[in-house]
């Protein structure tokens, strides 16, 4: 239901006794009213009530009705401007009409005829603000649409690389058996086996290959398991696995990484798949930074790391990169979908705010801190008793953030 609307109505005229009654009469009927006794009090009193009708005497000394009017019309406050002339005044009548005024009444004003007029100015104006919340309303859920809709394509991108994933698994799968048995017959060659650099050379392609055996394994594990799967186990493992697919492409970006996971970490409940996305999305966000700043020269340094917050019993996994600085005002706004300072193109800004949601599920805590020597750490903190969350600790943040100043 709409609430009932109060109409606010601002009488602007020097004759005291005019006003006066106006205001009464007009009170009487329920308006809210406000009065002013010249042209500039009426413009301060009008910007700061903001009227849905003014009522505006002509002749006033100083600044005159026309004038307050124009004044009036060039805002974008939404009113409706009754002019009061004395008798004889159609010229200024007319004149104020083309101004924008919406009637004009003749002086000594007749209240009845004032009434009538006000009410149809009252029914345009209701519609109008009634108008105007529909709008609101619909502009809110179309802003609201927008985001889901926008989450829903992160989603659909997320499926459909799990899903280009499982494919290439599948389709490699079959050359890399035979590429396996196929060099387990040559090291059974006595020619070959008995000439140490030629079984050399193909023990190095034996390595290369399990490697990528390990890939397609982890591309076929990421593209099957993305739907919250909660199990009780350490971070280590997706956060390693994460950084273990991106490592070439971080060197190819002549980018150093460094890891320093802490062994026997205590297990969390997690989503494995989804920690991982966690990790490769603070992963490509760093090397986009590192490479803006370094262009892709030597120099540029990531290091990947967890350790146990015993004091706040959570496990904390960050990243740390010396790329270019978080642009200096956008602190607030980087987990918010959307918000991207990357050209058009190459970032959508749902990055961090997909991060943001997954780190939120698990009860955990998310953010980044600058540290010295122009770096900056992404990190989020996952609670070891599952049943706690961590956002409700309210120092948590502070003290993450001085602990990883001393770094
Ligand atoms: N390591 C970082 N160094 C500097 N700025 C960063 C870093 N990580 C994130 N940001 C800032 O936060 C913004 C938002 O990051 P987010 O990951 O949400 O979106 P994005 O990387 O721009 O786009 P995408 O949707 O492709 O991830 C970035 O555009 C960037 O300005
Ligand atoms: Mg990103």
Request: hydrophobic share 40%; glycine share 6%; with cysteine.
């Amino acid at each position: 239901m709409t609430p009932e609307i109060k109409i606010k109505v601002l009488v602007v005229d020097d004759e005291e006794i005019l006003r006066d009654r106006l205001k009464r009469l007009l009170e009487m009927d329920d308006y809210e009213v406000i009065t002013a006794e010249n042209g500039p009090k009426g413009l301060e009193e009008f910007g700061k009530f903001q009227p849905d009708l003014v009522l505006l005497d002509v002749k006033m000394p100083g600044m005159d009705g026309i004038e307050v009017l124009e004044r009036i019309k060039k805002t974008d406050i939404p009113t409706e401007v009754f002019i009061m002339t004395g008798h004889g005044g159609v010229e200024t009548a007319i004149q104020a009409l083309r101004k924008g005024a919406f009637d004009y009444l003749t002086k000594p004003v007749d209240y009845d005829e004032l009434e009538i007029n006000m009410k149809r100015a009252v029914e345009q104006r209701k519609l109008q603000k009634q108008l105007d919340s529909y709008v609101q309303d619909l502009e809110a859920v179309h802003r609201k649409m927008k985001i889901q809709q926008a989450q829903l394509l992160q989603a659909a991108k997320l499926t459909a690389v799990g899903e280009l994933g499982a494919g290439v698994a599948h389709e490699m799968n079959q050359p890399l058996m035979a590429i396996s048995s196929h060099l387990e017959i040559l090291l059974m060659n006595p020619a070959i086996s008995s000439d140490d650099k030629i079984k050399e050379k193909i023990n190095k392609i034996k390595d290369q290959f399990v490697r990528l055996g390990t890939i397609v394994k982890r591309l076929h594990e990421y593209s099957s398991g993305r739907t919250g799967n909660y199990f009780n186990e350490s971070v280590n493992r997706p956060v390693q696995d994460g950084v273990y697919l991106f490592t070439q492409q971080l060197k190819d970006h002549n980018i150093e990484i460094t890891v320093d996971l802490m062994e026997d970490l205590p297990k969390t409940y997690i989503d494995r798949y989804q920690i991982q996305d966690v990790a490769m999305n603070f992963l490509v966000n760093a090397r986009d930074a590192v490479d803006a700043a370094f262009n892709q020269q030597v120099g540029g340094k990531v290091h990947v790391f967890s350790k146990m917050l015993a004091a706040q019993n959570c496990v904390l996994v960050g990243l740390i990169d010396n790329g270019i600085p978080i642009q200096e005002g956008t602190e607030s706004e980087l987990f918010n979908p959307f918000f991207t300072t990357k050209p058009v193109g190459k970032g959508t800004g749902l990055g961090l705010s997909v991060c943001y949601n997954i780190v939120k599920n698990h009860n955990g805590i998310i953010s980044f801190t600058k540290i010295k020597d122009n770096r900056k750490v992404f990190y989020f903190a996952i609670p070891v008793d599952k049943n706690k969350n961590l956002a409700e600790e309210a120092n948590l943040v502070k003290d993450i953030n001085e602990e990883l100043n001393k770094l």
